[in-house]
């Protein structure tokens, strides 16, 4: 399979890199906005990794280019209290999970798939990469990490969807242990 399904809320951001900040606040001790350019200066990663797609389809072995979150949170240094973060995307797109998730090693700030620059369907210029949760916790077009200490709900996550959504104990819906 030369590509993988495209899922989203409908509404697809037409973002120039040019355009693109990633804006980190909240609960930490260095708030910061990253431009596109800023992004470049990292050290950019590449990972290998599966998706896992809570409508059970699963897509093995996708190549990854994109800069470490755990570079991002360093940067931002966490206050104690940070235990959870939602993230918001330029589609207005929101999903949250616990501050630890984000520090594991192929969790990317990922701008290539294979190669090959991320299309704007698949959430161009950059998207998060978390591949040991369901995938709808990778959001798309990613616009701001909020750090907190509350665990808040989500687009899918106050629809019925798991607050954590571990593949493999299939934690699809809240009902889900
Ligand atoms: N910004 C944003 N990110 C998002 C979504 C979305 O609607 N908006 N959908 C999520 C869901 S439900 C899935 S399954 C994956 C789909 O990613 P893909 O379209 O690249 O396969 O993106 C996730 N990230
Ligand atoms: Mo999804």
Known sequence: MRDWPVLDLGTQPNLKAE??????????????????ADLQRETQTDSTSDIHCVTAWSRYDN?????LMSRVIEAAQAKPEA??????SFDSYTTNLPLADLQHPDVLLATHWDGVPLTREHGGPVRLVVPHLYFWKSAKWLRQIWFTDRDTPGFWESRGYHAYGDPWKQQRYKSDR
Do not use: C, Y
């Open 83 to 88: 235990k959870f973060v939602i993230l918001k």
């Open 63 to 67: 190549k990854w280019r994109g800069v």
């Open 19 to 36: 355009d693109w900040t990633l804006t980190i606040g909240g609960a930490v001790k260095r708030p910061f906005q990253w431009s596109w």
